[in-house]
Structures are given as structure tokens and as C-alpha cells.
């Protein structure tokens, strides 16, 4: 039997210590660079997303809210802006605007009410069935069609608004018109839905049959050219080519609710001498650059690491001298059985071999535990960060 | 420097460089390289020809419109929207003019509603019956008068915003696409004229077999009355009995008609003392001509109404 079969038949028998001796290892190289790992992973997902989308205007109020759910379409519900901003930003020449509406849910995912326009600015190509093509289709991410096992042609229900109130909006069964390609962003965990489909769910919008013709039960009045429904007219959940001319929309267009407008502006200057029209005392709309906000984020995050950096650097310096001190003592207590060895004609040098593939074999089962307990965290990484930090 | 420490030294710096170069995607655009010809749809004839006239060989322009139907209510498939989502531009007439529009998913950013700059001056269809459900209050359902391009003014409107995102689509043939909009302007101004000329006779009540000519009668000053008769269909009872009652606050000697009518019917509105005129409003592509000649066609059936004289030779109605 050699050198490193003795040394592993040695750091077998004591299992016990070398366990703990691997735990020692794994953690002093594991934490450190994990948590680096993921404040990158963090900082590449924000800082994307966010690089790639030069301007957005919401309500004023909190910039890291508005970020939060324009860009990853999580954080706390915020106010909602007109559908007239859409055009105030539309007239001006500067930018294109692309509308979004982040108010519901299905089955646990967002739904983004936006237009066709949205794609093509995040180049989201469609995989599987066609782009959204009329009102109450939707498109979904990766993520989404694979959690909720639906393909094109399927059925996906809104989640309601209050269960408990009979009066709220029905939910909408939309048709599941196509499946987008997987582009490790917060699109692949969305439902996309043309922002008309938004406003059906919001109960703006629907469809029911003609009044005038209603059964006369369902009326409270019918005059010549005024004809009153009771609230008992029931309007459909789901469009169909059947019904899909029935729908229609109440109030001034102008004002139904957005929730947030990414703004691309033709270039630069463009894009400056829009958010100087935001600037005044009286302006109750904000425009920033998610840059800026994300970095700020970041910026705090970044103080929160060096942090963590710090006490994973004490926490390895105790390691290390506990090490040296398990060392040092198993030297000691293992004093009589090197004598042994030497004793029975084993050379110094081999003896100082045996405790070095004693250690490379504990060094070794811990590095192959690190890239493991990596490996796992990185795979659940996007999703980890997402979890805990939105 | 032996050749391994080159090799690596290149490998880091060539580290370096990517490091630095992946900032990540940067903001982009919303604009896609142009292919002439450009592919063009349109909701309607008017816009339609519109935009033939001023794109000239620059673009293709497509009414995906059967000649035979109104392009107000048609349907498209499956395969129609697709086709229309990946066109270059989608001209629309606005002011719900066309309900697939407002109900099939467009790119804001390719379409263009040319009536959305006079939308302040937009009117609503009156006598629409009105209704109320549920806690949303009341609404009609008939809702915006849509025939925007039957004034001429709102006509130049709206070739003027195809002009312009013609221009801003293909930027190097401004100066063309300019020359073509003048010469398209100068024949809109010129019905616009005769329009005037005949308007200026006198102001007499008229009636319209459907409420499509709000917009044109607003223009030409006229006082003017519609019911919901179709050129096709016998009215019903109820369609005489409607218009018997509007005779007595509104007594009008001409009805103007989207089309042809049916002879029993013009043989009735005689008895009553009305004359048929057909005033075209060209929805869809003519079997004949184009927008001018039918615009001019109208112009010269409507002439007759002003040259009327109840007392003198019996006018020679449809």
C-alpha cells in the first residue's frame, strides 16, 4: 500500500474529524465565493435589464418602486398613470412609448399588459405559435409555459381581483396565442397580453350581449334611445371569434390606467430635452433613467457585500488558525505513531509525505463540495435572487 | 519572454478587452431597416389612395378588403394579422373607423391614425342609442362619426400625416414624397372648391339615409338629418314611421344615399315630395376610376340638389 492509500485509509478510519475538517474548508472557500458570485449575478441582472431600457415614466412617488415594477414587474403596487402620458410622450416626436400595464396575475405570474412594440424593443422572439394577435391572446415566458405545462392553443385564467367581492371585474380566459424564447430575464417569468386585453381584466372593457335585445328581465329601462341594463347582464369571460365584435370599452380612452411607459428616444438629445418637460415644480409624472436607479441600488447592495465580505474574511482567518491549531494538535497526538513508522525503517520524508495527502485528500473532498454546492447555487441563482430580493 | 508567457499575456489581454466591451445591451431603438418597396396596409379606400399618391413607387400599398364589403366591419383571420403586424407601416383612417383595429394587437410605433391630429374636432353619431349596465354608467355603443375624409380639409389632414411618416420611414426621398403630397393637396383643395361653390348656393334641409355624413355636412354648412336606411333593404314600417316624424320638424326635399336605391323605395320618397340622390362616400376601392372620380361624380349628382326648382322640370332622381 503506498503513501496516498495509507493516507486515505487514515482520513477514513478518523471520518469523523476529516468530515469535519472538509466542513472547515468548504465553508471558509464557499461563502465568499458565493456571495460573490451572486452580488454579480444581481448586478448583471439589474444592470442589463436596466441599461437596455433608457427611460421610463410613472407616477411620482418611490424610484425604486417604479423601477421595480417596470423593469422586473415586481415590488410594490403603484400608482397609475392615464393612457394620455402615452400620448403626451408620443407627441412630443422625441421618443417612441411603449405602454405598461402590471396590475394582475395568473396562476402566480405577472401579467404585462403592453404592445407589439415592447417585443421588438426587448427582441423577444416567439418560439412556439403565433405573436399576440387580437384582443384576450397572450404570450408566455419561458419560465411560465413550462411551469404551467401550457402550449399554444391552451386556456389561461386571470386570477381575480377580490374572491371574496362578486361585484369585481370576472376574470378573462385568454387564449394562449404563443410561447417566447428564453432570454434569462423577468420576460421569461411574464404573460404578455396587448394592453387592451389589460383593461378588459381591469373591467374597462368587455363584451355582452346587444342590450337593446337583452331579455326584458335584465332591463330596469328601455326607452326609445335609451335602454338601462341591470348589473345581472352577465358579460363574457372569454373572447371569441364569435364574440370578440361585442367588446367594447367605457369612459375617455385618455384615461385608462397604465401603469408605467418605457420611453425610447430617437437619440441623446432626444432623450434629454424629454425629461426636461418633467421637470417642473407642478409635474406629477416622473421620468428617470433606470441606470441611475439601479445604480443607486446596487450602490447599497454593494455596501451590504463589503460586509459580508468583511466578516467572511474573519470568519476565514478563525478558520484557518483553528486549522492550524487542529494541525498542531494531531501532530502531537499522532508524535508516538510517526516514532512507530519511523521506527520500523519509514523515512522522515515519507512520513511528512504521508500528512501532506492526508491534508490533499481533505483539501480535495472540500474543493469537489464547493464546486458542487456552486454549481447549485448558480443554476438557482436568477431565481434565489428574484425570491429574496423582489 | 518565452512563447508560453506570450501566449498567456495575449490571453489575458484579450480578457481585458472582452471584460471591457460587455456593458451589457444598450438602449435600443425602435426602428427597423427600410425595404423598398415599402409594404403598406390600409383600413380604408380614401387613406388607401392617399397613400398610393404620395408614396408613388416607394411603397406597395395593400386594402385587404374584398371589393364587395365595407372595410368598416371586416374581419380579418388569423393569417390577415399576421400579415398586417409585419407590414411597414399600417395607415388607418381613425376615429374607430375600421373595429378590427381597435380590437387586433398593432405596433403603435408602425401604425399611423391620420385623423389623430384633428381628434379635438372628432363628432359623435347623434340619435345612437344610448345604454347603461352594471356600475359603469351610461355609453353608447354607436359612438364616433368615422367618415372623417368626406372634408376635404380633414382629407389634406390626413395625407398630410401619411406625408409625414413617409417621409420620416424614408427620409432620402423627402423632397418626392413632398412634390407628390402637393399635388394630391392641390387636387383635395380643388374638390374642396367645388364643394364650396355648390354649398354657397343655398341651405335648405337635407336627409341621409345613414348618419355617415356628419363630417361633410359640417363642412359644407348644411342642415342635415339622417335615418338608419340601407341603399339595399325596404325600409320597414318602422323605418317610415321614424321618418314621417322627422318630416314634420325637418322638411327636407333630398335624401342623400351611400348607394343605389331600391326603386320602391325611391317610388315612396317621391310620393312624399324627396328626391334620391347618391352621394358615394367610397369606403372600398371603385369598380372605376379612383377617389377624384368619385369625389367629382358625387360633386355633379349633388348639383342637381342645389339646382333644383320644386316648381320647374321633375328632377331626375334614381
Not at chain 1, 221 to 233: H, M, N, R
Not at chain 2, 24 to 31: I, M
Not at chain 2, 244 to 259: C, D, F, P, V, Y
Request: charged share 20%; proline share 5%; hydrophobic share 45%.
Amino acid at each position: 500500500m503506498g503513501v496516498i492509500g495509507l493516507a486515505f485509509r487514515y482520513v477514513l478510519f478518523h471520518w469523523g474529524r476529516s468530515a469535519l475538517l472538509v466542513g472547515c474548508l468548504t465553508i471558509i472557500a464557499y461563502l465568499p465565493l458565493a456571495i460573490s458570485w451572486l452580488t454579480q449575478t444581481f448586478q448583471s441582472q439589474l444592470s442589463s435589464r436596466a441599461s437596455s431600457t433608457p427611460l421610463l415614466i410613472g407616477k411620482k412617488g418611490s424610484r425604486f418602486d417604479l423601477t421595480m415594477n417596470a423593469l422586473y414587474f415586481e415590488g410594490r403596487a403603484i400608482d397609475l398613470i392615464p393612457q394620455k402620458e402615452f400620448e403626451r410622450v408620443e407627441e412630443t416626436g422625441l421618443a417612441r412609448a411603449i405602454p405598461l400595464s402590471i396590475k394582475h396575475r395568473a396562476r402566480g405570474a405577472p401579467i404585462v399588459g403592453t404592445t407589439l412594440d415592447y417585443f421588438e424593443f426587448r427582441k423577444l422572439k416567439v418560439t412556439a405559435g403565433a405573436m399576440i394577435g387580437r384582443l384576450g391572446d397572450c404570450l408566455l415566458g419561458h419560465n411560465v409555459a413550462r411551469r404551467l405545462g401550457l402550449s399554444p392553443g391552451d386556456g389561461l385564467l386571470s386570477d381575480p381581483d377580490n374572491v371574496f367581492d362578486i361585484a369585481s371585474s370576472y376574470p378573462l380566459k385568454m387564449r394562449v396565442a404563443g410561447i417566447l424564447h428564453r432570454s434569462f430575464t423577468p420576460d421569461d417569468d411574464a404573460i404578455f397580453v396587448d394592453v387592451k386585453t389589460a383593461w378588459v381584466i381591469d373591467g374597462i372593457g368587455h363584451g355582452h350581449d346587444d342590450v337593446a335585445k337583452a331579455d326584458p328581465s335584465l332591463l330596469l329601462e328601455k326607452g326609445e334611445k335609451k335602454v338601462v341594463a341591470s348589473a345581472a347582464i352577465t358579460s363574457y369571460t372569454e373572447i371569441t371569434d364569435d364574440n370578440i365584435n361585442t367588446f367594447h370599452f367605457h369612459g375617455d380612452p385618455a384615461n385608462f390606467p397604465l401603469t408605467a411607459i418605457i420611453a425610447v428616444p430617437h437619440d441623446e438629445k432626444s432623450g434629454t430635452l424629454l425629461a426636461g418637460k418633467y421637470l417642473s415644480a407642478d409635474e406629477r409624472m416622473q421620468i428617470l433613467r433606470p441606470t441611475t436607479v439601479v445604480g443607486e441600488l446596487l450602490g447599497m447592495i454593494f455596501r451590504v457585500k463589503r460586509f459580508f465580505d468583511l466578516q467572511s474574511g474573519f470568519l476565514a482567518v478563525a478558520t484557518l488558525l483553528l486549522l492550524g491549531l487542529v494541525m498542531t494538535l494531531s501532530a502531537r497526538l499522532r508524535a508516538r505513531e510517526m516514532e512507530t513508522l519511523f521506527k520500523i525503517g519509514c523515512a522522515r520524508g515519507t512520513i511528512s509525505l504521508l500528512h501532506l495527502a492526508e491534508w490533499l485528500i481533505i483539501a480535495s473532498a472540500s474543493a469537489i463540495l464547493v464546486g458542487v454546492l456552486l454549481a447549485l447555487t448558480l443554476s438557482f441563482a436568477p431565481q434565489l435572487m428574484r425570491a429574496v430580493l423582489f | 519572454m518565452n512563447r508560453n508567457g506570450m501566449m498567456f499575456l495575449t490571453f489575458l489581454c484579450g480578457c481585458v478587452v472582452l471584460t471591457g466591451c460587455s456593458k451589457g445591451p444598450g438602449p435600443e431603438a425602435l426602428s427597423t431597416p427600410v425595404k423598398l418597396p415599402l409594404t403598406i396596409y390600409a383600413d380604408n379606400y380614401p387613406v388607401a389612395y392617399f397613400t398610393e399618391r404620395i408614396s408613388g413607387p416607394l411603397a406597395k400599398v395593400i386594402l385587404p378588403v374584398a371589393a364587395d364589403r365595407d372595410p368598416a366591419y371586416w374581419k380579418p383571420k388569423e393569417e390577415d394579422i399576421a400579415r398586417i403586424q409585419a407590414a411597414d407601416l399600417i395607415v388607418l383612417n381613425g376615429a374607430d373607423y375600421s373595429k378590427w383595429s381597435t380590437l387586433m394587437s398593432l405596433p403603435p410605433s408602425r401604425v399611423v391614425d391620420t385623423s389623430r391630429g384633428f381628434k379635438g374636432r372628432y363628432m359623435y353619431i347623434e340619435d345612437a342609442v344610448v345604454h347603461s349596465h352594471g356600475a359603469e354608467g351610461e355609453h353608447s355603443h354607436a359612438g364616433l362619426a368615422s367618415y372623417t375624409w368626406l372634408d376635404p380639409d380633414q382629407a389634406i389632414l390626413q395625407a398630410e400625416a401619411i406625408a409625414k411618416e413617409l417621409k420620416a420611414k424614408v427620409p432620402a426621398e423627402s423632397k418626392a414624397i413632398e412634390e407628390r403630397f402637393d399635388g394630391l393637396k392641390k387636387d383635395l383643395t380643388l374638390l374642396r372648391e367645388r364643394l364650396q361653390k355648390l354649398a354657397d348656393k343655398k341651405n335648405e334641409p337635407l336627409l341621409a339615409s345613414h348618419p355617415v355624413y356628419d363630417y361633410l355636412a359640417r363642412h359644407a354648412g348644411w342642415n342635415l338629418k339622417s335615418v338608419h336606411w340601407e341603399p339595399d333593404e325596404l325600409p320597414g314600417d318602422e323605418g317610415w314611421k321614424e321618418l314621417t316624424k322627422l318630416l314634420e320638424k325637418h322638411q327636407a326635399r333630398w335624401m342623400i344615399w351611400e348607394g343605389t336605391p331600391l326603386p320602391e323605395t325611391v317610388q315612396r320618397l317621391n310620393a312624399l315630395g324627396i328626391n334620391s340622390v347618391v352621394f358615394d362616400c367610397s369606403p372600398n376601392r371603385p369598380k372605376e376610376g379612383d377617389y377624384l372620380t368619385v369625389m367629382n361624380h358625387n360633386l355633379d349628382e349633388l348639383s342637381r340638389v342645389y339646382d333644383y326648382e320644386p316648381d320647374g322640370a321633375s328632377p331626375a332622381s334614381h
